[in-house]
């Protein structure tokens, strides 16, 4: 059997492990397997298109990239799997409690802190819920971003909490984040206790997946889903790496989770530029 | 219809501790059960969707259930239970019980307290001392207390404004002592901290006892080094001789071999020595220092004994091993001075307490006295561990001259 590669970001350090960790589960079960690491998503799915690697780990923009610039060249990709947390997350547009500020056509004229410009939880998918209630951001309302990482598709927490801080320092109206850094951001302190209300919450959708291209030779990609969906969190040997990738099982692939974010591709432009540029290579 | 279980949150939000609620509620019903929340936090509809994720458990939301009906019903998920299989007891926190101290903890227990419930898949940890035969004995709990009941202030302890008016060539001398003291007592220290990280933390006591023994030569190291800079400005001599013999004890790698060469039959010399010091040093300082200090000494003499005796009846073959290290130190420090002449003219000097003829023969008495007090004690501590007479006598004559 040929090795299967897969293709990663390195949006931290503890990519590393989680990779080196998963490759010695994967070898140790007969899946010969290796990976490769890129520093932006953009480089991993020009890498994939290529041939350098046959699965990617992507992020939701990602898996739209691919989608689509696989279609531009007459191939198709599948999602083989996410992970349980991938499934089913919102954002919310939160402001501040005393703000008079009651509905999102109320952003009007004001100052909106998102977070990278290619994140989708904290600047696409909450500014597409914006749009859709009327106000056209960068014109009726100005977009604060906090371009941290850019590359990365806002899989760093910084872009996310700089935005609640702009909130809570005045520097914005409100603020966008996925409904789980709220929680997080409300626990740590962040955003104090009582300071803010939640504006908005987006309609659920879908996060990371394992990308697949078709023509990648089938046994391999058999048993690495096998094997994926085997992983049980009550196995000690990979619980901990479960615990860094921040899941508790993986679950099978699915693409209806993506709508919202490829409006939001679609109403802003985001990946013209890149799709035009990919399509010509 | 089944009634499903409950939990009201009221106004508590998952930001200010719910989750504990929730938790609660949750290990009260079975995996795959399901659980009704009810709470008016504002936010709680969508901390609960991001928690339930995040924990792995199940969530349907119900729009507008708020105040009336439940909020969400969650369904438990096996995460939590999973974690904890395959996990173990540690043995038990009480030593007495039966498997309370295990004879080979494993190395996954780590730095686990003993008797916690460890999680499978724990790192090990590299404890090379991890053998109850080797390392335990019984005595180390009482001795530990006993320990940890007489520490003394170093600061209040001593009164260290008490008049010295001896000539100032007795001064000399206590100076030279304090300062082969000092090093000696500094060897005491680094012995039991460096084995004191190698045993594994099951054996909790032996842990304690040597971690308040390395304090308590903390301890002397202060009181010593400011005895000897009481009058003067500086420290005396340390010479090759002496630090030869105490290289050899820091460089002994067994930890029976070195607790025998350092406890029974080092500290034990020293013992006397302390004693002696506390009997004839004429000023009160030195008097006061030495007695608080032989003390301490006695009981790292007497975990020496205790864990020395417990591993030679589980271990026949550790006497000849314990002779052979005394007599391998031997040769080792065959071509070195023994007991500087500094030290020595010291200890006379000190004793006679001034330069009157009678007095400086009394002086060296007294120190003669002390060599045969010194050789006496170590043949007494030789035959508590099964040593025949005659092997104790010839293995305390064998010690190393310079006393530690």
Redesign the interface.
């Known amino acids: 059997m040929d090795t299967l590669i897969l293709g990663a970001v390195a949006y931290d350090p503890k990519v590393v492990t989680i990779w080196e960790g998963f490759k010695q589960h994967f070898v140790e079960r007969e899946l010969p397997f290796d990976f490769v690491l890129y520093s932006n998503y953009e480089r991993q799915v020009e890498g994939q298109l290529a041939g350098e690697v046959h699965v990617a780990w992507n992020s939701p923009l990602a898996w739209i990239e691919a989608e689509r610039a696989a279609r531009a060249r007459g191939r198709k990709a599948a999602a083989l799997a996410m992970r349980d947390t991938d499934r089913d997350l919102t954002s919310v547009v939160v402001v501040r409690a005393d703000a008079p500020i009651r509905t999102l056509s109320d952003l009007a004229r004001t100052t909106v802190a998102v977070g990278a410009s290619d994140s989708p939880q904290a600047t696409l998918i909450p500014l597409l819920a914006i749009a859709e209630a009327g106000l056209k951001p960068g014109a009726d309302f100005r977009v604060l971003g906090h371009d941290l990482l850019v590359g990365k598709h806002g899989d760093h927490i910084g872009g996310e909490r700089e935005a609640a801080r702009a909130l809570i320092a005045g520097k914005a109206d409100a603020a966008c984040m996925i409904d789980g850094n709220h929680l997080a951001f409300t626990r740590e302190g962040t955003l104090p206790a009582g300071s803010t209300r939640i504006l908005a919450q987006t309609a659920p959708y879908d996060h990371c997946n394992f990308t697949v291209l078709e023509g990648v030779p089938a046994p391999q990609l058999i048993r690495f889903t096998e094997l994926l969906l085997a992983m049980s969190y009550d196995d000690p040997s990979v619980r901990a790496l479960l615990d860094m990738e921040g899941l508790k099982r993986w679950l099978p692939g699915r693409v209806d989770g993506y709508a919202q974010l490829n409006r939001a591709v679609d109403l802003f432009g985001t990946l013209d530029a890149w799709l035009m540029r990919a399509g010509r290579e | 219809m089944i009634d499903v279980p409950r939990i009201e949150l009221g106004a508590l939000?998952?930001?200010?501790g719910a989750h504990l609620l929730l938790k609660r509620a949750l290990r009260q019903i079975p995996v795959g059960a399901p659980l009704h929340v009810f709470g008016s936090h504002?936010?709680l509809a969508?901390?609960l969707?991001?928690?339930c994720?995040?924990?792995?458990h199940e969530i349907e939301l119900f729009p507008g259930g708020q105040g009336l009906g439940p909020i969400a019903r969650i369904v438990r998920?096996?995460?939590e239970t999973?974690?904890w299989?395959?996990a173990e007891a540690a043995g038990a926190p009480d030593r007495t019980l039966p498997g309370g101290v295990v004879d080979k903890p494993p190395a996954r227990w780590g730095l686990a307290a003993r008797g916690a419930k460890v999680?499978?898949?724990s790192p090990a940890f590299d404890f090379p001392l991890a053998d109850k035969d080797v390392v335990w004995a019984d005595e180390a709990a009482a001795l530990y207390a006993q320990a940890a009941a007489a520490q003394w202030d170093p600061a209040t302890a001593v009164d260290w404004s008490a008049p010295i008016t001896h000539p100032p060539e007795i001064e000399d001398a206590v100076v030279q002592v304090m300062t082969f003291l000092v090093e000696n007592e500094t060897a005491a220290l680094i012995v039991p901290a460096s084995f004191l990280a190698k045993i594994h933390p099951h054996f909790r006591e032996v842990l304690q006892l040597l971690a308040i023994q390395a304090a308590d030569e903390a301890r002397h190291i202060e009181c010593f080094t400011r005895r000897a800079l009481l009058v003067r400005k500086d420290m005396g001599l340390s010479t090759v001789g002496g630090q030869e013999s105490l290289k050899t004890l820091l460089e002994e790698p067994d930890f029976a071999l070195a607790f025998f060469l350092l406890s029974v039959l080092g500290e034990g010399s020293f013992l006397s020595l302390l004693w002696f010091l506390h009997e004839n040093a004429s000023d009160p300082v030195t008097r006061q220092v030495c007695c608080l200090a032989a003390q301490d000494e006695a009981r790292h003499v007497a975990f020496g004994l205790a864990h020395l005796r417990r591993h030679m009846g589980l271990d026949q073959g550790l006497r000849p091993r314990l002779a052979a290290a005394v007599e391998r130190r031997h040769d080792a420090l065959r071509n070195t001075d023994g007991l500087n002449e500094e030290v020595f003219d010291a200890l006379v000097l000190l004793a006679a307490g001034s330069w009157e003829l009678d007095d400086l023969g009394k002086g060296h008495d007294r120190v003669v006295a002390l060599r045969e007090d010194m050789d006496r004690g170590r043949r007494q501590r030789l035959e508590k561990l099964g040593f025949p007479a005659d092997e104790a006598e010839a293995l305390s004559a064998l010690h190393t001259r310079n006393f530690m």
Do not use: I, Y
């Open positions: 939000g998952l930001d200010r504002e936010e969508v901390h969707r991001a928690w994720r995040a924990e792995g998920s096996s995460a999973g974690r299989k395959g999680e499978a898949g």
